[in-house]
């Protein structure tokens, strides 16, 4: 079956220590998103990729640096710049938003649960 | 700019009775309209989607949504609740946002509780 999926599901920072959360799809989406949710407050964009070695900054992303080698892969490193990273992190895909496909809802995977220690 | 209100944080109802969640959004444009449903630490699992044409769509598990352009509103309904219904729903609207970047804006969700 075509899905997303994040790992590990839960993760634990020290202070100081970067950490990277990993995000692999299937379904041969070109975009690829990052949202970062805190309790009451929502889903918010942290970076987001509509195609390969391409990245773009979502409205939190001080903190946070992405990387899109692969078309399947985009993983999200939380540095030690971030100072607040307890969170729940989602990470999606969508069909090109670029252009007539822009309509296209975004498939979620299941979340990493990140921790200050 | 986007953005979308969910009025209700936290909504209890009891099993077998009809549900109405409700959204507001603000877009210059027709706007892509979604609802989505998460369980306790899971993902988002997407439910229905406006995007033009009959303004009442039909979802996944029983739910449906209609659009209201006059009310800018994109209320969810269920006629009869399930306890399995019970989960964060967020609405989201999508559209074009500082230049040619397509972007959904997330409500801040409404939680459901479904007594027995």
């Known amino acids: 079956d075509g899905g997303i999926t994040q790992s590990p599901k839960y993760l634990f920072r020290k202070e100081g220590q970067n950490v990277t959360l990993s995000c692999e799809q299937n379904?041969?989406?070109?975009?690829m998103y990052w949202y970062r949710q805190d309790p009451g407050q929502g889903l918010r964009l942290i970076y987001y990729?509509?195609?390969?070695?391409?990245?773009q900054k979502g409205d939190i992303a001080e903190g946070y640096s992405v990387s899109r080698e692969k078309k399947e892969s985009f993983p999200l490193t939380v540095t030690s710049a971030q100072k607040n990273p307890t969170a729940f992190y989602l990470c999606?895909?969508?069909?090109?938003?670029?252009?007539?496909?822009?309509?296209?809802?975004?498939?979620f995977g299941d979340g990493t649960r990140l921790s200050i220690l | 700019a986007q953005s979308v209100t969910q009025p209700d944080i936290h909504i209890t109802v009891s099993e077998g009775a009809s549900l109405e969640l409700r959204c507001n959004y603000s877009?210059?444009?027709?706007?892509?309209l979604f609802w989505y449903v998460q369980s306790p630490g899971q993902g988002l699992q997407l439910l229905l989607k406006?995007?033009?044409?009959?303004?009442l769509v039909q979802g996944i598990k029983g739910f449906e949504a209609e659009f209201k352009r006059s009310q800018s509103s994109f209320n969810l309904r269920k006629p009869s609740v399930h306890w399995s219904d019970a989960a964060e729903y967020f609405c989201?609207?999508?559209?074009?946002?500082?230049?040619?970047?397509?972007?959904?804006?997330f409500g801040k969700g409404t939680l459901l509780t479904v007594n027995p």
């Open positions: 999606a895909s969508s069909i090109d938003n670029r252009g007539r496909y822009s309509n296209q809802p975004q498939h």
């Open positions: 379904l041969n989406h070109d975009a």
């Open positions: 990729s509509q195609i390969v070695n391409d990245f």
């Open positions: 877009y210059g444009a027709t706007p892509y």
């Open positions: 406006y995007f033009s044409g009959d303004t």
């Open positions: 989201a609207v999508g559209g074009r946002s500082g230049g040619s970047n397509y972007k959904l804006t």
